[in-house]
């Protein structure tokens, strides 16, 4: 598992910035307003080659709550959550005494705490950086997230406090499947029936399971770990104590997960949320499969079956090449649908091509559909490698990486797709420049 550093401040000090800034890309909604943030809270990020998995504490909020409240309520999830933990405060207002009561709170996690002293690009105000060492932190560095100044030494300092990334106690051979989907969809029931006994607390209230749940089994001499998780609630705002640590602790099951069991419910239909949490899944390289549950609440007819295909592939175009399974956790029906398609995504999430296979369907695709050229150029694919599977990772030495379009890389991932049964897996394809 990777190590986590959260950032927390109070608002408008620029923590979705600074977020951004180190995720490298705009994924939270920034504005002046205080306590704007209304999107995803959690990202990957990296820095001198370790991984680390970041928190923007300010998606977490206690509507309408009074600020020491508010900000509490960050700090635990900080203290409970995190290896590191940047506390972000306004460097141009100088310390006051709201960022006192702020570290008191932070003492308590007894964890390294660096200051990011923001919002510092004006040297009129620099001289405030020597106010924050009173606070008696790891260490204070001088940031300007707005202008991306500073955080390469911001994240110096992280890495210099952060643990080394963990391993699970499960061996290769082990298939690790996490159940992820909103609250009350059926994740529970689907792990009871998986394992054939009523092992986790099964409950029509929204949140009953708070925490991942890991639980070995065997089955048909095969080693498989099944993982429940909370619901994940939808992005922005989480009222709930309880939900506080839901969408993280999901998060970290996708993280150490082969395959990714999505559950619908059949009786509410596919939500956005749902696409949010199969997006999840899919930024982290994971195996998919789709589970319709509650298939016994609907009244069906031949076609509905087909209906719900068309429908769902209509809403999840970005997952095309995912199985779908229908069934219902509650009564069994349909349930030995389910592990001849684990097994089958878990073949192809493992899949190793041989290097002169994959260089020939490579050369054959170029060949019935030349790529055109883009940015004045013509791309040209020396050779291919696969250099990892779980998810299988192709390597494509070009004459220049900037000029293949993602559309024809797109084909290419296509035709290997084609060619091998890749069902359930993403493709990671990956351009080098050959020296």
Known sequence: MLPVVAIVGRPNVGKSTLFNRIIGDRISITDDLAGITRDRIYGKASWLSRQFRLIDTGGIEINDAPFLTEI???????????DVIIFAVDGKEGLLPSDRDVMEILYQADKPIIVA????ESQKHRDNLYDFYELGASSVVLTSSAHGIGIGNLLDEVIKYLPE??????????????????????????????????????SNTSGTTTDSIDTEFVRDDINYVVID?????????????????????????IERSDICLVVIDAETGIQAQD??????????????ILVVNKWDTLEKDEYTM????KNIRKEFRFLSYIP???????????????FPVIEQVYENFDRRVSTSVLNEVIQEAMLLNPPKDFRQKRVRVYYAT????????????????????????????NRLRERFDFIGTPLNLVLRTRE
Request: hydrophobic share 35%; proline share 1%; with cysteine.
């Open 117 to 120: 002293a923001n919002k510092l």
């Open 386 to 413: 696969q250099v990892k599977t779980k998810c299988p990772t192709f390597v494509l030495f070009v004459n220049d990486t900037e000029c293949m379009h993602f559309s024809y890389k797109r084909y290419l991932e």
């Open 165 to 202: 990334e963990t391993k699970d106690d499960y061996k290769d051979d082990y298939r690790k499947i996490s159940i992820i989907g909103r609250p009350n969809v059926g994740k529970s029931s689907l792990t009871n029936a998986i394992l054939g006994n009523e092992r986790v607390i099964v």
């Open 72 to 82: 509490k309520a960050q700090a635990d999830i900080a203290i409970s959550e995190a």
């Open 324 to 338: 779908i399974i229908y069934l219902s956790a509650k009564t069994k029906a349909r349930m030995k649908t389910l």
């Open 306 to 309: 087909n209906e719900w295909e």
């Open 275 to 288: 696409k949010h949490i199969a997006g999840y899944a899919l930024e982290n390289n994971k195996a998919l």
């Open 229 to 253: 998780t909370a619901g994940m609630k939808k992005r922005g705002k989480i009222y709930e104590n309880i939900d506080k640590y839901a969408n993280l602790r999901a998060m970290s099951a």
